[in-house]
């Protein structure tokens, strides 16, 4: 278990330093509970850093500044509770822990509260049908003028619309027509299209919504921007599997940073999507490395094609992952895609895992070529095709990768020795 822990280190920099802490002397109050450790890192006449460790499930709390988790004050802890454990005084957490913990767990909600949740909720609705209606007339006078016409306008003719949904509340809309200001003059007529034509879907359905099943009522609010509560998605049945981490994805909009996480199940063979963020320099809540499995409940938002999730109390995996078994071909890749879009056609991210694929470079286009011959493009900010190439010598291999409709963006690829990133 704690062996696990240290495994969790984000990369090895962080581990060394969490080494040269463990030998400090500036630790005081160290102390543990049977399931939280923690300490406090004196920094010399200053405030010290507190730092804390759920053991059993891996969840880290610290004050320093560092943006990943665990940083290496945790990871000192950890190396402490393996190599001296003596130190640790059991006993009761103090306040600042408490309040650590108090923060893992959940409140339960008062009738009072549920009313007005529901008063925020219809008064949000209100105000999204307002963007949404003026959404419609924008999209129509896109169609006037024309694909090219508008693009001659310049990036300013998106982002004043992509500033118009935020005000709406409409953040999800906001963030597909930002990207139609980042494509600039190197997007395609094909791939503006159809975000357009995702768009006036979504204004069609949302005039209907009231007549949808729950399930795609919910997807329908999770593009607007919706999202069930934590809590309330932890009341939901989970899905119990060994999950393998795939690849992550992370960015900055706006400083607010994001981190998008694929675990797929050895049993299930499902993928889920764990979707974080962090304001400025806070880290995420979580590590998840890549190539590391856990074992534990996945609680999936409500949806027909449900993806994104939440593990809120993964284990160590304790064994090696069996099952990765990839597409053959992209037309399997392709067909079983359709279908997926058939079901919730507003997939922007469908992940795959693909055996026997060649990078090839042509020119300035990179693909990958399947055992068949067919070749799919590479994402032009993927910034390791050529590791790619490196890799594979010419040669086949199995990766990961997410998938837009039009062009792949590999995310980690196997080697001899396990996972890579990509």
């Not at 278990?1 to 990369?11: E, K």
């Not at 007005?116 to 008064?123: F, H, I, N, P, V």
């Not at 190197?186 to 299209?193: D, L, R």
């Not at 049993?267 to 490395?289: K, M």
Request: with cysteine; aromatic share 10%.
């Amino acid at each position: 278990m704690i062996d696990h822990l240290i495994q969790l280190a984000p990369d090895a920099k962080t581990l060394e330093a969490g080494r040269r802490l463990f030998y400090s002397r500036r630790w005081r109050l160290l102390g543990g509970d049977g399931e939280w450790i923690w300490g406090e890192f004196d920094v010399g006449g200053k405030r010290p850093i507190t730092s804390a460790v759920q053991v059993v499930r891996g969840k880290f709390s610290c004050s320093c500044r560092a943006r990943a988790r665990p940083c290496a004050h945790n990871l000192a802890l950890v190396l402490l509770l393996k190599n001296n454990p003596d130190r640790f005084t059991v006993g009761q957490p103090p306040d600042w822990v408490r309040s650590v913990q108090h923060q893992s767990g959940r409140a339960p909600k008062t009738i009072k509260d549920t009313e007005q949740a529901e008063d925020r909720l219809s008064a949000r609705l209100e105000l999204m049908t307002s963007g949404v209606d003026e959404l419609e007339l924008r999209l129509l006078d896109v169609a006037r003028r024309g694909i090219a016409d508008t693009q001659g306008q310049g990036e300013e003719s998106w982002l004043s619309m992509a500033t118009r949904l935020t005000d709406a509340k409409l953040p999800g809309l906001a963030g597909r027509v930002r990207r139609l200001a980042g494509l600039g003059a190197e997007g395609t007529e094909g791939e503006i299209a159809r975000t357009l034509g995702d768009l006036y879907l979504f204004v069609r359905a949302w005039r209907i919504r009231d007549e949808f099943p729950p399930d795609r009522r919910e997807e329908l609010y999770q593009l607007a921007g919706i999202t069930t509560k934590k809590d309330e998605l932890l009341g939901l049945p989970a899905k119990e599997d060994h999950w393998l981490v795939l690849g992550s994805v992370s960015g900055t909009e706006d400083r607010l940073r994001y981190r998008r996480v694929w675990l797929r199940g050895e049993r299930s063979r499902r993928y889920a999507l764990l979707l974080d963020y962090a304001f400025g320099d806070f880290p995420f809540e979580q590590s998840w490395p890549l190539s590391a499995s856990f074992a534990g409940g996945v609680h999936y938002y409500p949806g027909s094609y449900p993806q994104r999730a939440v593990f809120p109390e993964p284990r160590p995996g304790g064994r090696p992952y069996d099952g990765l078994k990839g597409y053959p071909s992209f037309q399997d890749m392709l067909a079983n895609y359709r279908r997926a879009l058939g079901v919730n056609p507003w997939l922007l991210y469908y992940p795959v895992y693909l055996d026997d694929v060649r990078p090839v470079k042509e020119g300035e286009r990179m693909k990958l070529v399947d055992a068949q011959g067919r070749a799919l493009p590479v994402s032009a900010d993927h910034t390791g095709f050529y590791r790619l190439l490196a890799v594979s010598g010419g040669g086949p291999l199995s990766l990961f990768a997410e998938f837009d409709g039009y062009q792949l963006r590999p995310l980690s690829l196997l080697t001899q020795l396990g996972l890579a990133e990509a």
